[in-house]
């Protein structure tokens, strides 16, 4: 378990680097992203999870949701399940996706760049919309919101 929650880590930073010369920074504050990954594509709970959150697309934008498919070396941005698969390219990240022993795990991570949940089941959409409701920034956006109203 010691092994997953460093690849969580260290994926997170790496991940968001390579996949736009960036860092974190780039969605830091900006954007809530839920990563979802597995070894195999065709894998059920990763299909049934990206089914699951198509029901609710503006739930997800009104979350400032991002969310990325990760297939082992390789990512798509989006719930869509036909398309190109982009390369990741970093060797670090291979040695830890060797050890990952789940064939499916999602993955959330806050607008602060936190890991708040990680779980190897399919997340219902109406679980992580409390969830992310329940946050401190996600109530802050609501109450600014009704202000503006």
């Not at 997170?12 to 996949?19: E, R």
């Not at 739930?59 to 297939?71: D, S, T």
């Not at 992310?132 to 600014?144: G, L, S, T, V």
Request: aromatic letters at 10%; glycine letters at 4%; charged letters at 30%.
């Amino acid at each position: 378990m010691i092994y997953l929650k460093t690849f969580v880590c260290f994926f997170t930073l790496i991940f968001m680097n390579n996949l736009y010369s960036q860092d974190l920074s780039m969605h830091k504050w900006k954007n809530r992203l839920l990563i979802i990954a597995t070894n195999d594509p065709e894998n059920s709970l990763f299909k049934e999870q990206l089914r699951e959150l198509k029901k609710y697309p503006e739930g997800l934008n009104e979350r400032k949701l991002l969310i990325y498919q990760v297939n082992d070396m390789k990512y798509r941005e989006g719930l869509e399940e036909e398309g190109e698969w982009e390369n990741i390219e970093k060797k670090e990240i291979i040695n830890f996706q060797q050890d990952l022993n789940s064939n499916f795990e999602i993955i959330l991570i806050g607008l602060d760049g936190g890991v708040k949940l990680q779980q190897f089941k399919v997340l219902l959409t109406d679980e992580l919309f409390l969830m992310i409701d329940a946050m401190p920034m996600r109530i802050q956006e609501m109450d600014n919101l009704n202000r503006e109203k």
